[in-house]
């Protein structure tokens, strides 16, 4: 299972007309591929600062950790380490970051040198599972996971692994969405088809709260962005900006992001197309109740 994630990720890398990075790097403008669940309407209808709302939301998280500088911190499941640059531009943290694809994490070398060339944001990167982490017990102050845990099979693993290479008072950070106890069978099908690349597809709230209290990790905080996703979620906002400042743009850009035998023009507006149903659908299961987009902090005990 792991492999198909890593595949799923692990696509070309391409710098062509200012975009840098793999798989829907374009939407966040080059470095985040976490969404923008920030609704003020300076940032939600203005496509341009989308990144922006990303970057505002993973730095909140990073503040309720309480980093200080020149502390060791571990990025699970770093991407192109738009986050990552954002915590050691705030808090000059040493970041090493672990991930399944390979090519992500060239584009993640690559984007930390242009963003800092004398002093990159990431001090090493690992081409490793969060499963099963090549590290040593206690070896890291604290951890952070952005939009990743929906994607990883078995989060018991996972949340063990986190657990065992964090120090004695170490903290960790998760920033995701979770399916609530009212997830019905469809809406769970749904997801994993339009977005997760687990069989497990999403997990639940309660499940990963559990799993936390079983390897020593205590919830002390936790933040919720679902109303905020909810609003921006909808065709009279998401919708209209996507469809006038968006759409054209992705349309120009796939054909350079996915280069694949057969392919043919019309292919980009199909998908342009389904990434904007498959956003507006979040929306959707984010009112009625049935997903929700939290952030959680940690410590080890």
Known sequence: MSEEIRRYYDQQVVQEAGITGAGLVWFMGRDHLSPSYVNRDEIALNAGLWRLGASERCLNLFQAMGIRDNELVLDVGSGIGGPGRDLQAAFNSQIVGINLSLNQLISLRQLSRLANPDNPSYTSVINADVQALPLTPTSFDHAFSINVFYHIPNPDLAIAEISRVLKGDGRFGL???????????????????????????????????????????????????????????????????????????????????????????????????????????????????????????????
Do not use: C
């Open 175 to 301: 920033d995701d969405w979770f399916l609530t106890d009212q997830a019905s069978d469809r809406t769970i099908d749904t997801l994993r088809l339009k977005w997760s690349t687990s069989p497990q597809g999403f997990h639940r709230f309660s499940q990963i709260t559990n799993l936390m209290r079983q390897h020593g990790l205590r919830v002390t905080w936790t933040f919720d962005y679902t109303y905020e996703a909810a609003a921006f979620l909808t065709e009279e906002r998401f919708g209209r900006v996507f469809d006038q400042q968006v759409r054209s743009r992705l349309i120009e850009v796939f054909p350079r992001l996915y280069q694949y035998p057969g392919y043919q023009p019309a292919h980009a507006v199909l998908a342009a197309d389904q990434l904007r149903e498959d956003i507006l659908y979040m929306g959707e299961v984010y009112r009625n109740g049935q997903v929700v987009y939290r952030q959680l902090l940690v410590e080890k005990f």
